[in-house]
């Protein structure tokens, strides 16, 4: 069984997305850009994903350390949408958290990437 290439979709822009609650097969999904801005006090994250109800932004888990600010995304399947079908497609997805503390000289490091 071969798999079709995925393409991606021709947007504008990233899509903005907000964490949606109850997804199953939940999984940690690295980001390709992470801008700050507010005066360091909100992170504006960029990443590809899947397309909506198929593939969403489960949570975003954000541990603020001294010297770095360490942001992990997750995705998954909402529950209610286990049984659907979806295009293999790739689009841009952006979300913004915001910071306890400003950024200052802390690193953002991508939790997906750690080991």
């Given at each position: 069984m071969s798999s079709a290439p995925v393409e991606r979709a021709p947007t504008k822009g990233p899509e903005p997305v907000k964490p949606v609650a109850?997804?199953?097969n939940t999984r940690k999904v690295p980001f390709a850009k992470a801008k700050s801005f507010d005066k360091g006090r909100k992170v504006r994250l960029t990443w590809e994903s899947g397309v909506a109800p198929c593939t969403v932004l489960a949570r975003v888990k954000v541990k603020e350390t001294r010297g770095k600010v360490t942001i992990t995304l997750y995705e998954g399947t909402p529950?209610?949408?286990k049984d659907v079908a979806c295009i293999m497609i790739a689009?841009?997805?952006t979300t913004t958290v915001?910071?306890?503390?400003p950024l200052g000289?802390?690193?953002?490091?991508d939790g997906a990437k750690l080991r």
């Open positions: 109850d997804t199953i529950r209610k949408a689009i841009q997805k915001k910071l306890k503390t000289k802390r690193k953002i490091v």
